[in-house]
């Protein structure tokens, strides 16, 4: 009998942190679940450490050249047996009840095509805090298309559930960008309306320096890209410049010398810029995310 949950795992060097995440997935209860993972060609100890935990734990594993995230993705897509899936990345860990919970919400929303939850920030050396990160909690319960498209409300990648009928049905995830979630969740929302995000802790999100997320000039262009196909929403330069803002207040509390090398790319005379631009010269100790 196939699983109500498939869980999808792109794995690329994360040899200290892989065997975390995974046991965190392998440990959850109350649903029925597989766990498949494709090692997208690590250079480091990650692929013996994966086969290792394969026989001890018993998932599905692929281990091959490098192709890439998103076309590893869609690989994963292909393989997936349940009736929903989650992506989850190889250096997060997954909270217990995570699957049981939403999987759960969906069985008793049909309407609802996917669920979001929450997430807690966690360190290099696992080191988490109690409370979800405030800039998702803010979305709860629902988020609209222009919401989200507005910077108003935000949703994480890490923390979603998605009917697999209805991700195949829209096409997967579009080759066109280097990274998955931000293209697709735009495209949901807009065929949605609104989606719901779930009071519930869904990951302990890992931020270290090797982050795919913490390639600044790759992200940027991308965001800007995804937004242009959305050109002819009647707010779409205010949209622009709200996501410019976010970025340089991201910047201005990862990467100060970087925030300033950008700003002529940034700038805006914008209320949302100019609430911002002050966090260039306030110390990160003093920051608030």
Not at 67 to 93: H, Q, W
Not at 158 to 177: A, K, P, Q, T, V
Not at 246 to 269: G, I, N, T, V
Request: charged letters at 25%; hydrophobic letters at 35%; one cysteine or more.
């Amino acid at each position: 009998m196939p699983p109500l949950v498939s869980v999808l795992m792109a794995s690329y060097n994360h040899e200290k942190y892989v065997e975390a995440s995974v046991r965190s997935v392998m440990a959850q209860k109350g649903v029925a679940f597989e766990l498949i993972v494709i090692d997208d060609g690590s250079t480091d100890s990650s692929p013996e450490i994966l086969e290792r935990l394969r026989d001890e734990l018993r998932f599905t594993y692929v281990h091959r050249p490098n192709k890439g995230l998103v076309p590893t993705m869609n690989e994963l897509i292909s393989m997936a047996r349940g009736k929903y899936f989650c992506s989850f990345a190889s250096d997060d860990m997954m909270p217990a009840g995570r699957l049981q919970k939403q999987s759960e919400y969906l069985e008793a929303h049909p309407e609802d095509p996917l669920c979001f939850g929450q997430i807690v920030l966690m360190d290099g050396e696992g080191r988490h805090g109690e409370e979800f990160d405030p800039r998702y909690t803010r979305s709860v319960p629902r988020v609209t298309f222009d919401e989200f498209f507005m910077g108003k409300k935000e949703v994480h990648g890490c923390s979603e559930m998605i009917r697999l009928d209805f991700f195949r049905e829209h096409g997967g995830y579009d080759s066109e960008f280097p990274f998955e979630d931000f293209p697709q969740w735009l495209k949901f929302f807009k065929i949605c309306g609104s989606l719901p995000v779930l009071p519930v802790n869904c990951c302990y999100y890992r931020q270290h320096g090797n982050n795919m997320s913490l390639d600044n000039t790759l992200m940027y262009g991308t965001f800007l890209k995804v937004l242009a196909r959305y050109s002819d929403h009647p707010r779409y330069k205010e949209a622009v410049n709200i996501w410019k803002s976010h970025w340089f207040s991201m910047l201005a509390y990862r990467d100060k010398k970087d925030a300033l090398r950008k700003l002529p790319q940034l700038w805006s005379f914008s209320l949302p810029f100019l609430k911002r631009f002050p966090k260039l010269f306030i110390p990160r100790f003093l920051l608030k995310r």
